[in-house]
């Protein structure tokens, strides 16, 4: 029997000519990364930056498990090719805390009991951030509405409704990422 080779093998000229150099501040980070032009923007924050909060759910744009902000606005992250957002500011749901102290939604998801097996909640959380800088959600109903595309297999709606409810309550001041 043969022993295999373990080591990696280096990147052919090929490969590295699909290759497409594109910078990001994720979390307040500046990356000055190389991807291939298929390469998802969800792929990219779990598979090479490590940030793994962010969850592959359907891998389809219909769950939300994967939402995350791109210069403030809620995406997709599976829906987003990396190459479309060089230059761009992406905050996950590892970058909502500041100095150790959670942001507000999170604290309030904690209060409100608004998740149950987790793996929805950092699209959730992320949803919600960005839902409160649109500041188009005044009562529950909207709120509802526009949270909509993130789904909780779960059912702890009223409990992540009630968790945005009381940080909307508390001022929009409370809503940075």
């Given at each position: 029997?043969?022993?295999?080779?373990?080591?990696?093998?280096?990147?052919?000229?090929?490969?590295?000519?699909?290759?497409?150099?594109?910078?990001?501040?994720?979390n307040?980070?500046a990356?000055?990364?190389?991807?291939e032009?298929?390469?998802s923007?969800?792929?990219?924050?779990?598979?090479?930056?490590?940030?793994?909060g962010?969850?592959?759910?359907?891998?389809?744009?219909?769950?939300g498990?994967?939402?995350?902000?791109?210069?403030d606005?809620?995406v997709?992250?599976?829906?987003?090719?990396?190459v479309?957002?060089?230059?761009?500011?992406?905050?996950?749901?590892?970058?909502l805390?500041?100095n150790g102290?959670?942001?507000?939604?999170q604290?309030?998801?904690?209060?409100?009991?608004?998740?149950?097996?987790?793996?929805?909640?950092?699209?959730?959380?992320?949803?919600?951030?960005?839902?409160?800088?649109?500041?188009?959600?005044?009562?529950?109903?909207?709120i509802?509405?526009?949270?909509?595309?993130?789904?909780?297999?779960?059912?702890a709606?009223?409990?992540?409704?009630?968790?945005?409810?009381?940080?909307?309550?508390?001022?929009?001041q409370?809503?940075?990422?």
């Amino acid at each position: 029997m043969q022993a295999t080779d373990t080591v990696a093998k280096p990147i052919s000229a090929a490969d590295q000519a699909q290759r497409i150099p594109i910078t990001l501040t994720v979390n307040g980070v500046a990356h000055q990364l190389e991807v291939e032009p298929w390469t998802s923007l969800l792929d990219l924050l779990r598979e090479q930056l490590d940030l793994t909060g962010t969850k592959k759910g359907c891998d389809h744009g219909q769950c939300g498990a994967c939402t995350v902000l791109v210069d403030d606005r809620r995406v997709n992250a599976c829906l987003t090719l990396a190459v479309m957002k060089d230059g761009a500011k992406v905050t996950t749901i590892e970058g909502l805390a500041e100095n150790g102290k959670l942001h507000p939604l999170q604290d309030a998801f904690i209060e409100h009991d608004a998740f149950q097996c987790g793996y929805c909640t950092p699209g959730q959380i992320c949803s919600a951030v960005g839902l409160l800088k649109e500041g188009r959600a005044k009562e529950r109903h909207e709120i509802r509405e526009l949270m909509s595309g993130n789904l909780c297999r779960c059912g702890a709606y009223v409990n992540i409704v009630a968790a945005i409810e009381h940080v909307l309550s508390q001022g929009e001041q409370e809503a940075r990422p």
